[in-house]
């Protein structure tokens, strides 16, 4: 039928002995959707381990209670964004995709136009993670930025070193903690590398990465390549820092086995709780591991010192408007 009609397309990376291991809808697998939901046709588009069915439609709460958190069941995405990212991104075919299923959910006719539902769950260490195809906050960054046009974007600064230099004085972490963008930044100059895959390598430092060479199965080799893993490792920011980070963690978890697994939920875990006390009585969209989405705008400042009085950690919140930024038109759409 695929010979016939084209109604996918075949990612060659996976294509293995003349048969397809990962295929992608095309577009006039969409349009038909999008026709068949509009006529009343099909009730549900769900996403299931990569294919569309129909099924028996659900109620969508607007409201969900997920741990410690009350967060929007239903969110509203910017059409015009998506439909621009879907023009203009270098991103690759499986987000692509992720949009077109959006933008097949969004049109249907049990929610709103524009309207897609939304799930979570919450995992051992206490985060609240999207689940399904249509999960925002799983989606990449450049895809999100479109789809929440508009919203607002609460963050929490280097949440984890924040909470770490909560455990003694520890002046790189806290110089990563007071200015994130500047250490990174340095770091990138002095060896020689972008700022994205520095930024990703020094988070991977405090989860265990090591100084193997292999970018398969090495963090800082995959993100930096493996040669400037050695000069990555040298940096004397770097090395002062991850000793900085070892302290701090035994102090937080102890001496025990497997430190850095028990280390990466441990401020998960805690970093969950944070997001509980900020997001109290406030209307989250869509939660992030270290923030969330939303309509409203609220005072960081008061944020910041609710965490404080109630947890004892001291973090720093940042607010800003999401933005996706058009190439030929403009959204149709404006919130807060």
């Not at 397809?20 to 038909?32: E, G, H, K």
């Not at 524009?114 to 249509?134: A, D």
């Not at 609460?154 to 963008?181: E, K, M, S």
Request: hydrophobic letters at 40%; one cysteine or more; glycine letters at 6%.
């Amino acid at each position: 039928m695929n010979d016939k009609y084209r109604f996918f397309t075949v990612d060659p990376h996976f294509e293995r002995d003349r048969y397809a291991r990962r295929v992608y809808p095309n577009p006039i697998v969409f349009d038909l959707l999008s026709g068949l939901t509009s006529a009343g046709l099909i009730r549900e588009i769900a996403e299931v381990r990569g294919q569309l069915r129909d099924r028996q439609a659900r109620f969508i709460p607007q409201r969900v209670h997920v741990g410690d958190l009350v967060v929007s069941g239903q969110v509203h995405v910017d059409l015009s964004a998506l439909d621009d990212y879907i023009h203009t991104t270098a991103d690759n075919e499986r987000w692509i995709t992720r949009v077109r299923l959006i933008k097949a959910m969004a049109a249907k006719n049990q929610l709103p136009v524009g309207v897609i539902p939304q799930s979570y769950h919450q995992i051992p260490n206490g985060r609240i993670v999207g689940s399904g195809g249509f999960a925002i906050q799983n989606a990449h960054e450049n895809l999100r930025t479109a789809a929440m046009n508009g919203y607002w974007d609460y963050d929490f600064t280097a949440c984890h070193q924040a909470i770490l230099a909560h455990f003694g004085d520890y002046p790189r972490t806290q110089a990563l903690v007071d200015n994130p963008r500047a250490v990174r930044e340095m770091v990138a100059a002095d060896i020689g590398c972008e700022y994205k895959p520095v930024k990703t390598s020094i988070i991977a430092v405090l989860f265990g990465a090591d100084d193997g060479l292999y970018e398969k199965k090495c963090a800082v080799a995959k993100n930096l390549g493996r040669n400037k893993v050695r000069a990555f490792w040298d940096h004397p920011w770097v090395s002062e820092y991850y000793n900085e980070t070892v302290d701090a963690g035994r102090k937080l978890v102890g001496d025990v086995d497997n430190f850095h697994v028990a280390l990466s939920n441990k401020l998960q875990n805690i970093e969950s709780q944070l997001l509980a006390v900020v997001s109290r009585d406030k209307r989250v969209d869509v939660p992030m591991y270290d923030g969330f989405m939303s309509t409203e705008s609220y005072d960081t400042a008061e944020m910041e010192r609710l965490v404080e009085q109630e947890t004892g950690y001291r973090i720093t919140i940042t607010k800003e408007k999401i933005r996706h930024g058009f190439s030929n038109f403009e959204g149709n759409r404006a919130t807060g």
